[in-house]
């Protein structure tokens, strides 16, 4: 079994929080990495946190090895109530969407086209991909499938 360390650099655009360190040693999570990712992938409009799937860490890390720099992190979980009022607000998100079981992010990375991230995401095994014109992607570790968004 491999004890390589898995390390993520993250910054969160809306509350200039950030995470960069190791958070597992192979398999082996560390509880406080984990717990400091949960909390900087909160629903940020209401505080709410809930445990980030593992996988969906494991999915950014090599997504990031891939790119070499720090991830700008726009939505990781989305509690219900938040969902519901971007739905509302006429924002384009899934009813049913993978942030609301915190199995998905939505991201930037400065200078790299979103197209090209679709395709480190692709080769790096992401689930759902969705490419969006207004500048960002959104991963998740649900069934694979693509998209495009506004």
């Given at each position: ?87 509302l ?5 899934a ?12 991201f ?43």
């Open positions: 079994m491999s004890l390589k360390p898995k390390h993520l650099s993250l910054v969160v655009a809306q509350t200039g929080e950030s995470f960069s360190d190791v958070f597992a040693d192979g398999e082996r999570y560390h509880d406080d990495g984990l717990a400091r990712l949960n909390r900087l992938l909160r629903d940020f409009r209401t505080g709410e946190i809930k445990p980030i799937d593992p996988a969906l860490f494991d999915l950014l890390a090599r997504v990031q090895s891939q790119i070499g720099q720090p991830l700008r992190v726009l939505s990781g979980y989305r509690s219900w109530q938040t969902n519901h009022m971007l739905h607000a006429g924002f384009d998100v009813e049913n969407s993978l942030h609301i079981a915190a199995k998905a992010v939505d930037t990375v400065a200078g790299v086209a979103v197209s090209a991230l679709g395709e480190i995401a692709r080769q790096c095994g992401a689930g759902g991909i969705g490419l969006y014109r207004s500048g960002f992607i959104h991963i998740d570790t649900g069934p694979v499938r693509n998209w495009t968004g506004d």
